[in-house]
């Protein structure tokens, strides 16, 4: 009965006819637009269901800056209270979350969690950081983003301040102790225990007092376009689609007509152009990238001894290694990864260039060339022109020196009008 009860709250919750409720969202992801949509999504379904309280639980490295401004609007100016809990125990709020945190009607936080460390990092078109002077207008501008966030929730200035300009990060018991958060909560349960009658200031200055009671705890999952989104997000799923769009249409270009190679190799590498958009991506790995994919190519022309394969090789690894500039490991590639996987396509493609080589080298079977090299004999005996027995067929055939009947005698080459040009064997 409890299961069949919990399944029609949820069910109301999504249809939007539950009303008073507790909506709970999860991230446990980096800032970026996908974790934003979800986010921002979530509260407005909030407001237009009336809930009571929007409870947000929060495990991020930090993420963009546009993604995180976008989530503290809606934070800001929803008309449900919003609560943002770090949690679990060995969870954190870093960087962006830091701010989202702070900008929360209520912050708590789990035994054993962290805060802070959210001084910006710019980076430019190329994947390099910015120079010192845009950095410290980024810093500025954080700064006072911080201080105007705090200082609205009645929060400390300075350890705000601090947690931006100096990267400082805090325990629980530290921030509590420093008036960063209002509670520390084992678990929710308990947190929203203690938070029914709890008197809070809202954004715009009111005083709203939390009645929770017995109000349900819904919790609101991502949707399937955005769980989908969220995984192609992921660096080592992107850089692994980029891999294996350039192999397909590398495949596909080699081998015309294969057609699913080509077909699979282009979808990959709209995803994996997808996928970049919240990435910091670095043009000169990319290139470099590209450049290996040329060389193999050349290779199939330039019989260079392997030169050209093992300079492909070098760009591929090199190119990947740079392909994402990031000070957030969540949002890069990792290193184990891309090793195995750049040498992995870089052996791929050097075994079908050498099937190319392998095929053009192989002397033709069928047709004109097919014919040149051929054993046949002599029909008769003639100098000049006459006819010779040719894979079982005679043909017309000339010759510059004389020939008997009999002799072996071997294909130059077909002339004009399917004539042989032969000579002794």
């Given at each position: 009965m409890r299961r069949i009860f919990l399944g029609f709250v949820l069910l109301a919750a999504l249809t939007g006819g539950l009303d008073a409720a507790i909506l709970k969202i999860t991230v446990a992801a980096p800032i970026h637009p996908i974790t934003s949509e979800y986010i921002v999504q979530a509260i407005k379904d909030a407001d237009g269901q009336e809930a009571r309280l929007v409870l947000l639980i929060l495990d991020t490295p930090g993420g963009l800056d546009t993604s995180m401004r976008e989530i503290i609007s809606a934070i800001v100016n929803a008309r449900t209270p919003v609560v943002a809990y770090v949690g679990p125990s060995g969870a954190r709020a870093a960087s962006a979350g830091f701010f989202i945190g702070v900008a929360c009607d209520i912050f708590a936080m789990a035994p054993g969690t962290s805060t802070g460390a959210a001084h910006p990092v710019s980076i430019g078109l190329t994947g390099q950081p910015t120079d010192?002077?845009?950095?410290?207008?980024?810093?500025?501008?954080?700064?006072?983003?911080?201080?105007?966030?705090?200082?609205?929730?009645?929060?400390?200035?300075?350890?705000?301040?601090?947690?931006?300009?100096?990267?400082?990060?805090?325990?629980?018991?530290?921030?509590?102790?420093?008036?960063?958060?209002?509670?520390?909560?084992?678990?929710?349960?308990?947190?929203?225990?203690?938070?029914?009658?709890?008197?809070?200031?809202?954004?715009?200055?009111?005083?709203e007092v939390l009645e929770l009671g017995e109000e349900p705890l819904v919790e609101r999952p991502m949707t399937f376009r955005q769980r989908f989104l969220l995984t192609i997000s992921n660096p080592n799923f992107a850089y692994l689609l980029l891999m294996l769009g350039l192999l397909g249409l590398y495949f596909e270009f080699a081998n015309p007509g294969a057609i699913l190679p080509g077909v699979l190799g282009g979808i990959s590498l709209l995803l994996a152009i997808f996928s970049f958009q919240i990435l910091p991506i670095n043009y000169v790995g990319l290139l470099l990238i590209l450049l290996a994919l040329a060389l193999f190519a050349v290779e199939i022309k330039v019989h260079s001894y392997g030169l050209l394969s093992l300079g492909g090789i070098t760009a591929m690894v090199i190119g990947s290694l740079m392909l994402v500039k990031s000070p957030i490991p969540e949002l890069r590639p990792g290193l184990r990864f891309i090793i195995p996987v750049a040498l992995g396509v870089s052996l791929i493609i050097i075994f079908l260039v050498y099937l190319v080589i392998r095929a053009q080298a192989r002397r033709a079977m069928t047709?004109?060339?097919?014919?040149?090299?051929?054993?046949?004999?002599?029909?008769?005996?003639?100098a000049g022109s006459g006819k010779v027995l040719v894979h079982g067929e005679i043909w017309e055939a000339e010759t510059d020196v004389p020939l008997r009947r009999g002799e072996p005698v071997r294909v130059v080459k077909v002339g004009d009008g399917l004539k042989l040009r032969v000579t002794k064997a």
């Open positions: 010192k002077t845009m950095e410290d207008k980024v810093t500025h501008d954080a700064a006072s983003y911080i201080k105007t966030l705090a200082e609205k929730r009645g929060r400390n200035l300075r350890l705000a301040e601090d947690a931006v300009r100096q990267s400082l990060s805090y325990t629980e018991q530290e921030a509590l102790r420093g008036g960063l958060i209002d509670l520390v909560a084992a678990t929710e349960s308990e947190l929203l225990a203690r938070l029914d009658g709890y008197s809070l200031r809202r954004f715009d200055g009111r005083t047709g004109r060339e097919g014919m040149a090299g051929e054993i046949g004999r002599a029909l008769e005996d003639f």
